[in-house]
């Protein structure tokens, strides 16, 4: 059974940092492109940062380029989004995601993705 559970979210005051983590069961890293997602209340899901299984290079949005690293740990089956310097436009909820084909750029919408997770609400206060 594929399963993807996310943690870590949480309020935080502007410039500061959070780590989320995606626990992933079920799907093999290598053969999948995992991407975090984010939704604002109002606003559209948006792709925040996309890697592909294997360690090859990952792809930011712009508007999180420098701030936020997408990476795994495989020994633990998870999935990370370190995210520093937040800012007030970085509160959403977030959610991981897996699809079958590798990612070639940072921009994809939902219907891309195959798997999701239950996702983890971001807080930023100014």
């Known amino acids: 059974q594929v399963q993807l559970v996310e943690s870590g979210g949480g309020s935080v005051q502007a410039g500061g940092s959070l780590r989320l983590s995606c626990g992933y069961y079920?799907?093999?890293?290598?053969?999948?492109?995992w991407g975090w997602f984010r939704q604002a209340p109002g606003k559209e899901r948006e792709g925040v940062a996309v890697?592909?299984?294997?360690?090859?290079?990952?792809y930011y949005a712009d508007s999180v380029t420098g701030r936020f690293t997408i990476y795994q740990d495989a020994a633990k089956n998870t999935l990370y989004l370190q995210m520093n310097s937040l800012k007030p436009e970085d509160t959403a909820m977030y959610y991981c995601?897996?699809?079958?084909?590798?990612?070639?750029?940072?921009?994809?919408?939902?219907?891309?993705?195959?798997?999701w997770g239950q996702g983890t609400q971001v807080t930023v206060s100014s």
């Open positions: 995601a897996a699809r079958y084909i590798y990612c070639s750029g940072a921009y994809y919408s939902t219907a891309d993705f195959n798997y």
């Open positions: 890697v592909n299984g294997g360690g090859s290079r990952a």
């Open positions: 079920g799907l093999a890293f290598t053969n999948y492109c």
